[in-house]
């Protein structure tokens, strides 16, 4: 039997009253709090008589370092960094300026390079960053404000005063598997904030029980997925120039899968190079980690990583919903930012500067509401306005119909794609529907039994340990870990549809999707096909793919006590 985490009983928890809740320390949340100070800072100096307090100012952020769960390919557009901190470059951990772009297709064994780099993918005056770095290089730029960054707490739970977000509970710790308190036991706190702001990155766990509750994605186009796998390597000098990006489409994937891969070349001979399959295939075999493996494999990309060694590894999923997929960003007493409301440009691969100007967005709008001691969703709702006015929406508007264009195939996504871009987005509808990643997954009846057609995606990757890996290799290099005697953070609300159902009808794809190797079938023969799911909590990344790709829906994601997870260092 699976013991999961449940809110313990009759407990009484610390009571702590707030202004502003941000939840999630990321590039979003980070730069709300860093906004949200300056503005602050700006009217103090101008209204002796009336101060503003950022005491009661709080970020919390579930990795036990400012950083540490920040994964990303990771390119950075400065177009909102200087809008935030003219000047930032000069002190900002930035590896090196893009100065040279190519754009591949790959054929198993050749690679075709376009002879125009498509606008979208052209990143002259962009960054090769680690994201790890610069997330806690701002996080000290944020608590040399003053403001408080709370490490190692994950919200647990929002607080609701009727259909107002009243405030945050943070996790409990110290509780065993079976969901008992043990002797170093400690009740989470109830935040009481008058603003809570949701930058908990893809697929918030908060996000979702908040869009669940209200009903919020009912006039939104169903969100749409992919996942990143990404590894770190230390390839011989000369091989790929700092600052040089590499874009591939076509193999391994087929024609039934959308995707495609980054080569990016950073500082002291680090290249970071991953692959992005959307979580919208129709094979429940499909392997995402397997498929990183099997590009490495290319003759291209593997000339170039020869004599090199991998040094990290990681997961992370992405929204690509785009404009029509993004929820009500403000209510009464929240707000929702960056990856946690779907702010990504999936044509352009990337949301962190999309992220950071939310977060300034939703700063102001918070400070607007401190100033006028009113929370409520006429004013913050103003930030939905803000965002609707910036630039935000002049770029993602700009690729609104883009990635349900691919839901037809990589032909007809190339094909939509064209049309969007000459005219202006649109396409052929105004709108176009998207159907959820999971609903495209068949079952194994109607996919090919033996795998020919795609061995290179399917199932596991075993690795030769040299140039690919399998899972437990990689993961060991993410720096995963997680307090072992703790409830399950991976709720399976009915373990009977996957021993009796899926079992047979999608042959478990969760031990495939899965970049962690969190998901196993052992042999048990009181099971009606003989094998029973059995869980690895402490290997997972936190990149949420089993909540999101699961074909019945009955996986959640909630956070395992604070501080526990990946270690992104330099990443």
């Not at 941000?22 to 700006?42: T, Y």
């Not at 006429?378 to 930030?383: E, H, I, S, V």
């Not at 990757?461 to 005697?485: C, P």
């Amino acid at each position: 039997m699976l013991i999961f985490r449940k809110p313990l009983e009759g407990i009484e928890r610390p009571q702590m009253p707030a202004d502003v809740v941000i939840v999630g320390g990321g590039p979003a949340g980070m730069a709300c709090a860093l906004r949200l100070s300056q503005l602050i800072d700006a009217h103090n100096a101008s209204h002796p008589d009336s101060q503003l307090s950022k005491e009661n100012i709080y970020v919390l952020e579930k990795a036990r370092e400012i950083g540490q769960h920040c994964l990303s390919g990771a390119l950075l557009d400065p177009r909102s960094m200087r809008e935030l901190l003219p000047g930032f470059e000069k002190e900002a951990p930035l590896d090196a300026e893009v100065h040279k772009e190519a754009v591949y297709f790959f054929t198993e064994k050749h690679q075709f390079k376009f002879p125009i780099t498509p606008p979208p993918l052209r990143d002259h005056g962009n960054y090769v960053i680690s994201l790890n770095r610069f997330v806690k290089w701002l996080g000290s730029k944020v608590e040399e404000t003053g403001i408080t960054v709370f490490t190692g707490f994950a919200g647990s739970e929002l607080l609701y005063d009727g259909n107002r977000v009243t405030g945050v509970r943070t996790d409990d710790k110290g509780v065993d598997k079976e969901n008992r308190p043990k002797s170093n036991f400690e009740p989470g706190y109830d935040l009481q904030a008058k603003v809570v702001i949701l930058a908990e990155g893809t697929r918030g766990s908060l996000t979702k029980q908040l869009i669940q509750k209200f009903d919020l994605d009912k006039d939104s186009n169903a969100q749409t997925y992919g996942v990143g796998i990404k590894e770190l390597w230390e390839v011989p000098s000369g091989r790929i120039a700092p600052g040089e990006v590499i874009y591939t489409m076509g193999w391994p994937l087929t024609t039934h899968e959308y995707g495609g891969a980054w080569i990016y070349g950073s500082k002291d001979n680090i290249v970071s190079l991953g692959f992005v399959t959307g979580l919208d295939y129709q094979d429940p075999r499909v392997d995402p980690q397997h498929i990183l493996q099997s590009f490495k494999q290319h003759p291209f990309v593997k000339k170039l990583l020869e004599g090199g060694k991998m040094i990290r590894y990681g997961a992370k999923t992405m929204p690509y919903g785009g404009w029509f997929a993004l929820p009500p960003l403000a209510g009464d007493g929240w707000m929702i930012l960056g990856d946690s409301a779907g702010f990504v440009n999936s044509a352009r691969l990337k949301g962190i500067h999309l992220a950071i100007k939310s977060g300034m967005l939703a700063a102001e709008t918070a400070f607007e509401a401190l100033t006028k001691d009113d929370s409520s969703a006429a004013t913050l709702r103003n930030y939905q306005t803000r965002a609707e006015s910036s630039w935000i929406k002049e770029e993602l508007w700009g690729v609104r119909n883009m990635h349900q264009g691919f839901e037809k195939g990589f032909f007809a996504g190339m094909f939509n794609t064209g049309l969007q871009m000459i005219s202006g987005g649109r396409g052929l509808h105004a709108r176009y529907p998207s159907t959820p990643g999971y609903e495209h997954m068949e079952k194994l009846r109607y996919t090919d039994p033996s795998g020919a057609e795609e061995p290179q995606n399917l199932g596991p990757a075993k690795g030769d340990g040299k140039l690919t890996f399998d899972k437990l290799t990689d993961l060991y290099h993410s720096g995963t870990k997680h307090e072992e005697d703790q409830p399950a953070h991976l709720v399976i609300h009915d373990t009977n549809i996957c021993n009796s159902r899926c079992v047979k009808e999608f042959g478990s794809p969760c031990q495939n999707f899965c970049p962690a190797n969190v998901y196993e079938m052992v042999d048990d023969a009181n099971q009606p096909f003989g094998k029973r799911i059995s869980l690895n909590p402490s290997n997972c990344v936190h990149c949420k793919t089993c909540d999101i790709q699961d074909p019945y829906q009955i996986i959640t994601w909630v956070p395992p006590e604070g501080g526990g997870g990946p270690n992104y260092d330099g990443m």
